[in-house]
């Protein structure tokens, strides 16, 4: 009986141990040598971010997130501080797609949709003049509540992905900013949008590989050569 009870102990030791050890691996090296669904956001260091600033007076960073989905391509999202009590996340997201820049204009329905889920109850107005950054022009919207002090805005960048060092299959670099803030003027709530530009690594892969039509390569054999680096160290 005795050695019953001693064997079904090591049994149980064992087994705890591969649980606790499998919990604590990384998820890269838990993951099957071929993907066959999308990657789920992952966070990775901002030294390693597609975004760069034009100015030392950086905002505050909460994380750098990635991710990939059949919908959207590549996409990288910078979190940024958000000091109001409003709900939601301040962020930089870009998105690198296949489809072109036609297929990506921003419609009043789109942005309708769009607003009543970043800004619920909040007065939403588009301002009527374009604005330039680092990269060009962009638009933005201005959303505030009544009474309130806080305010935020939302702009939208779609860039011809021939500007910058990616495969030509890349058709399109869709850029998103979100930004709350108490007592500031839209132009300083801006800022780091405008101060915004972005870095990347040149892709030894074509598009195809990156964004293949069916299937999904192997994430591991990419993030090890690096294909979604912005090269920056």
């Given at each position: 009986m005795r050695?019953?009870?001693?064997r079904y102990t090591k049994i149980f030791l064992f087994v705890s141990f591969c649980l606790t050890a499998c919990a604590t691996?990384?998820?890269?090296?838990?993951?099957?040598?071929?993907i066959t669904a999308p990657i789920d956001w992952y966070d990775i260091d901002f030294t390693d971010s597609w975004v760069t600033f034009s100015t030392d007076n950086l905002p505050r960073l909460i994380a750098v997130q990635r991710h990939r989905s059949e919908e959207k391509g590549a996409e990288e999202k910078v979190i940024l501080s958000n000091e109001t009590y409003?709900?939601?996340?301040?962020?930089l997201s870009t998105n690198l797609s296949v489809?072109?820049?036609?297929?990506?204009?921003?419609t009043a329905d789109a942005l309708e949709a769009l607003f009543a889920v970043e800004f619920p109850r909040m007065t939403v107005q588009i301002s009527e003049t374009t604005r330039e950054n680092k990269l060009g022009a962009y638009r933005y919207a201005v959303a505030v509540r009544p009474a309130y002090s806080e305010k935020c805005v939302y702009a939208w960048q779609i860039l011809p992905a021939q500007q910058f060092d990616l495969p030509s299959d890349i058709k399109?670099?869709?850029?998103?900013?979100?930004?709350c803030a108490n007592d500031r003027d839209?132009?300083?709530?801006?800022?780091?949008?405008?101060?915004?530009?972005?870095?990347?690594?040149?892709m030894q892969r074509s598009a195809a590989q990156i964004f293949p039509q069916q299937g999904w390569f192997d994430f591991q054999q990419c993030f090890q050569e690096g294909c979604f680096s912005s090269g920056k160290n």
């Open positions: 050695s019953v009870k001693m691996q990384p998820v890269q090296d838990v993951l099957p040598e071929n409003l709900a939601g996340e301040n962020y489809a072109s820049p036609q297929a990506h204009r921003v399109t670099v869709d850029r998103r900013y979100r930004y839209v132009s300083a709530m801006l800022y780091y949008f405008d101060q915004s530009h972005l870095e990347f690594q040149e």
